[in-house]
């Protein structure tokens, strides 16, 4: 494990919550006495946090025929208050001040709005606040919503430029097998030559949280990849960040990669974001994913879709459908589609906001 400066660190509903479905206050105390240890250690700490929906599930029963939408809207909505409530009790008995971030899948879409988010974030930072992130589940229902909070996590950590990405679950790491079955081993390091260790990994989710560990694994791929070290770890665990921080905890260690650039972290989260497609030839194909910098020009492209404006991100594919990329508009779609195809043109995606699948 590496040194780490800045961290953000997501803790699993299945780390907050019981086997009867309520809150586990005493695991939640127990992280916070660690979490405020690395605080005072001079680290610089983000939460990312679920667990609302089970403080809302304790407070307020509802009735089983109720449309289930209707019910994760209310307990969110009325367990995000409990929630943030027990940690300001918790942090607030460590004179830690806290603050709370809503957020939905729009606000990494912007980067304007994704630029405001982050200097918030590094603002409470730089006064001792510990920010605590959720998702706005209230608002975001089915495509709007994130993957999970591992999904959340990872976006937060390229956008204020973590070091280290942890992940909090209710087992110590990714197994060869299913974690309940003796025969299964952790997978204590995955380091870039490795083989694919998601064959490996069981498909089933945790009781109480929305993604599963294959999110996890491919989550913390993609943060490693762009430079931030990641650290599947048991939340449930006595001990767990002084572990970390002697650096003997039992856990999935994911090598970081070289660091990528900040815009390039943030287009790499942009599978989801783009506003246009385009679609360029072999030529233009070879050169951007050739090892001479280069950005994309009109006479490489072929076929423009989508109604797009400057700064919006855009889907590049080669001429068989292939994804090959992502980047940013320097210009919106009609300027686009009157340069297709010419020569001497400003490129439409500048080098520096080009973010490449396979050949970074």
């Not at 004179?95 to 939905?104: D, R, W």
């Not at 590049?316 to 001497?344: H, T, V």
Request: charge should be positive.
């Amino acid at each position: 494990m590496l040194e780490s400066k800045v961290l953000v660190i997501k803790i699993g509903s299945n780390v907050l919550t019981q086997s009867n479905g309520l809150p586990d206050l005493d695991r939640m105390k127990h992280l916070v006495n660690q979490i405020q240890g690395l605080i005072s250690a001079g680290k610089k700490v983000v939460l990312v946090s679920s667990g609302a929906v089970a403080f809302g599930r304790q407070s307020i029963p509802l009735p089983e025929k109720l449309n289930p939408v209707f019910k994760k809207q209310i307990w969110a909505s009325t367990g995000q208050i409990r929630l943030i409530n027990q940690y300001q009790q918790f942090f607030g008995s460590l004179n830690q001040h806290i603050a709370q971030i809503l957020v939905t899948k729009e606000d990494f879409r912007d980067r304007k709005h994704f630029l405001n988010m982050k200097n918030c974030i590094e603002a409470l930072l730089q006064q001792g606040i510990l920010p605590i992130i959720n998702e706005n589940d209230t608002v975001t229902i089915t495509e709007l919503m994130f993957t999970d909070n591992d999904e959340l996590a990872s976006l937060t950590a390229a956008m204020i430029n973590a070091d280290t990405l942890m992940l909090l679950t209710n087992v110590d790491g990714i197994y060869t097998g299913n974690p309940s079955d003796p025969g299964s081993e952790l997978v204590e390091k995955v380091v870039f030559s490795m083989p694919e260790v998601s064959n490996y990994i069981s498909a089933t989710k945790s009781s109480f949280g929305r993604g599963g560990m294959l999110t996890k694994y491919t989550m913390a791929k993609k943060s490693a990849d762009l430079g931030i070290q990641v650290i599947i770890a048991n939340g449930k665990r006595d001990g767990v960040l002084d572990e970390f921080t002697t650096k003997s905890l039992r856990c999935t260690w994911f090598e970081p990669q070289k660091v990528k650039h900040a815009p390039k972290k943030w287009l790499a989260h942009g599978a989801q974001y783009y506003k246009g497609e385009i679609t360029v030839n072999a030529g233009a194909k070879n050169s951007l994913t050739s090892s001479v910098i280069r950005s994309l020009l009109p006479v490489g492209i072929t076929k423009i879709e989508g109604d797009f404006s400057k700064g919006d991100i855009l889907l590049i594919r080669d001429e068989n459908g292939i994804k090959i990329g992502l980047g940013r508009a320097e210009y919106a779609s009609k300027p686009a589609l009157e340069r297709m195809g010419e020569k001497n043109q400003k490129p439409l995606i500048h080098y520096d906001y080009l973010y490449l699948f396979d050949h970074e």
